[in-house]
C-alpha cells in the first residue's frame, strides 16, 4: 500500500513570513501534484511534478520534486492571509491517486 | 461550465437508512472518483471509473455502491447507513489518465446518527 506523509499538521504563521511544507512516500510516483483546499470546497489543483528533481513556481509557491520521485515539498514566500487553507499532496501510482493527510495553514494578518 | 456538481450539499441520515449522493460533470472526463474526507486523514478512494459501464473499488469500498451508465454521472449509493459513513464526500472526474488533474466537487457533507 503506498502512503503519504505530510508535516507539519498544523502551521500557524504571521503574515510576510516563509514556509515550507513537506510530503514523504517510502513510494515512487510516476507524478504528484499538490493541492488547496478552502473550507466547504472541495481541493483545487495547484501544481502537477513529473520529472525527478523538478523545481516549478506558482508566483510566490516553489514546488520541488525528490530525485528518488518519492518526496515533495511546497515553499512559501512572504505569506498572506490569503495562503490559509489544508494543503494536499496526491502521488499517482496504479490507476489512482493517493493523498497525504494534508497540512492545515494559517496565516495570521 | 459548471464543472463537476454534486448534490445534495449535507443530508443527515438515521442509521440503516438508504441514500444516493449524485456526480454529474460537463468536462466529456473519462475517469470519475468518489473520495471520503475525515478529518485528519486526507482523502480516501471509495470507488473508480474509467469510462461508462467500468467501476471498480478503492481503499475504502465496504458499504457502498457505485454505477456508471453515462460517462456524465458517476452515482454513489449507501445501502445502510452506519455511524463509521458520516463524512464528506467528495466527486472528481479527470480527463485521459491518472497524471492529469483531478476535477473535485463542492462536497457532500453526510450525518448518520
Known amino acids: 500500500t503506498q502512503l503519504l506523509e505530510q508535516s507539519p499538521q498544523f502551521l500557524s504563521i504571521q503574515e510576510g513570513e516563509n514556509l515550507t511544507v513537506y510530503c514523504n512516500s517510502s513510494?515512487?510516483?510516476?507524478?504528484l501534484q499538490w493541492y488547496r483546499q478552502e473550507p466547504g470546497e472541495g481541493p483545487v489543483l495547484l501544481v502537477t511534478?513529473?520529472?525527478?528533481?523538478e523545481v516549478k513556481k506558482l508566483k510566490r509557491l516553489t514546488f520541488q520534486f525528490g530525485d528518488a520521485r518519492k518526496d515533495s515539498s511546497l515553499h512559501i514566500t512572504a505569506a498572506q492571509p490569503g495562503d490559509t487553507g489544508l494543503y494536499l499532496c496526491a502521488g499517482a501510482g496504479g490507476q489512482n491517486f493517493v493523498f497525504g493527510p494534508g497540512t492545515r495553514l494559517s496565516v495570521l494578518p | 461550465n459548471a464543472g463537476v456538481t454534486q448534490t445534495p450539499k449535507f443530508r443527515i441520515l438515521k442509521i440503516g437508512q438508504s441514500m444516493t449522493l449524485q456526480c454529474a460533470q460537463d468536462?466529456?472526463?473519462?475517469?470519475m472518483y468518489w473520495y471520503r474526507q475525515d478529518p485528519g486523514m486526507g482523502l480516501k478512494l471509495i470507488y473508480y471509473?474509467?469510462?461508462?459501464?467500468?467501476?471498480d473499488k478503492g481503499e475504502v469500498p465496504n458499504g457502498y455502491n457505485v454505477s456508471r451508465s453515462t460517462t456524465e454521472d458517476f452515482p454513489l449509493r449507501l445501502e445502510l447507513a452506519a455511524p463509521s459513513q458520516t463524512s464528506v464526500y467528495f466527486c472528481a472526474s479527470s480527463y485521459l489518465d491518472y497524471n492529469s488533474p483531478l476535477h473535485f466537487g463542492n462536497g457532500t457533507r453526510l450525518t448518520v446518527t
Open positions: 468536462m466529456n472526463h473519462n475517469y
Open positions: 511534478v513529473v520529472t525527478g528533481g
Open positions: 513510494s515512487v510516483f510516476s507524478s
Open positions: 471509473s474509467v469510462g461508462a459501464g467500468i467501476t
